[in-house]
């Protein structure tokens, strides 16, 4: 799996779990956390730097706009611990990538 596919499939992981815990969605993601996936994705989509990329806050070129960015770190910080809950094998494959 390549780089940019393997972050995408992270990325939806964590914001369905913050979904789901902050905002009550079992099955769908709010209108809220779609619209951060889809402008995530279309992010990681569009990286200059493709599969050669480091992770986004190590990053010199920040493609996300202010709001967008804080709303994505907000996620991470909720759902990067819970990872270990709910998906313990994308969560050592993360830590084994680090």
Do not use: Q, W
């Not at 990681?44 to 599969?51: A, E, R, S, V, Y």
């Amino acid at each position: 799996m390549s780089k940019i596919k393997n972050e995408k499939h992270t990325v939806e992981l964590m914001i369905h779990i913050y979904c789901r815990k902050k905002h009550g969605s079992i099955n769908e993601l709010c209108e809220e956390c779609e619209t951060l996936k889809s402008y995530a994705l279309d992010r990681l989509i569009k990286c200059p730097f493709g599969d050669m990329k480091s992770a986004c806050k190590d990053c010199k070129v920040h493609c996300y706009n202010i709001i967008m960015r804080e709303r994505i770190r907000e996620v991470m910080r909720y759902s990067g611990p819970r990872m270990m809950l709910f998906y313990p094998y994308e969560f050592v494959k993360h830590l084994v990538k680090k």
